[in-house]
């Protein structure tokens, strides 16, 4: 089985500052997506890419950057942290020719103070 | 409002019970998944059903799917305490994985 780490667990900021949140997978995914989750809400797309040399804005893509450096890793920039941001930053990968199962990291957890 | 914005429907039951729940989703889509998170853990995904099915079944979970009025049910038969959780649907479309509001679910032992 594989694992998808995401670090920091905890992330705290200042307002306006930037922020970088990484996600590494060892499943050899070719797809990998960052979602935001607020407390008590549901999960909104922040970026994805399909294969390693592609990246797409999802529908909460403002305020934030991403990379796909190489396959296994994704990383998350918020460009200028707000307060109204705290939220739990999820990571995912997923091989859309195989299994089709989506796996999950467990998490950035962002206090923007 | 975005899916995800909205806060999650609630709904308690007593254990043995059956449950379905509802999701409704707005673009065209090819696979509908269905997650279940627990509190303080990432979403798991419990199902995928393809737009070519009307049905799918794993075990105590029926997920239905309605391409004329996108729409998709997941039904639970039997709750136990432990199905206790948050479920989300989930559709795609040429890679793009978009979550719907979700609904928490309490069983009551």
């Known amino acids: 089985g594989g694992i998808i780490t995401q670090t920091p667990k905890f992330l705290i900021g200042q307002e306006g500052q930037k922020l970088t949140l990484k996600c590494q997978q060892n499943?050899?995914?070719?797809?990998m997506y960052w979602y935001r989750q607020d407390s008590g809400k549901g999960l909104r797309l922040i970026y994805y890419?399909?294969?390693?040399?592609?990246?797409q804005k999802g529908d909460l893509s403002e305020g934030y950057d991403a990379s796909r450096e190489k396959k296994s890793s994704f990383s998350l920039t918020v460009t200028s942290a707000q307060k109204n941001e705290m939220a739990v930053f999820l990571c995912?990968?997923?091989?859309?020719?195989?299994?089709?199962?989506?796996?999950f990291g467990s998490g950035t957890r962002l206090t923007v103070l | 409002s975005q899916w995800g914005e909205e806060n999650l429907q609630a709904l308690s039951i007593q254990e043995g019970e059956d449950v379905t729940m509802n999701c409704s989703y707005k673009?065209?889509?090819?696979?509908v998944q269905w997650y279940r998170q627990k509190s303080g853990k990432g979403p798991a995904q419990l199902i995928l059903?393809?737009?070519?099915?009307r049905e799918k079944r794993s075990g105590r979970l029926r997920a239905t799917l309605d391409t004329s009025s996108q729409s998709s049910s997941l039904s639970i038969t039997g709750t136990l305490a432990t199905d206790t959780a948050v479920y989300f649907c989930?559709?795609?479309?040429?890679?793009?994985?978009?979550f719907g509001d979700g609904t928490v679910l309490t069983v009551k032992p």
């Open positions: 995912a990968s997923i091989d859309w020719g195989g299994p089709e199962t989506l796996y």
């Open positions: 989930a559709n795609t479309n040429t890679g793009k994985l978009t």
């Open positions: 673009t065209y889509t090819t696979v």
């Open positions: 059903i393809r737009s070519n099915e």
């Open positions: 499943f050899n995914h070719d797809t």
């Open positions: 890419s399909i294969t390693e040399n592609d990246l």
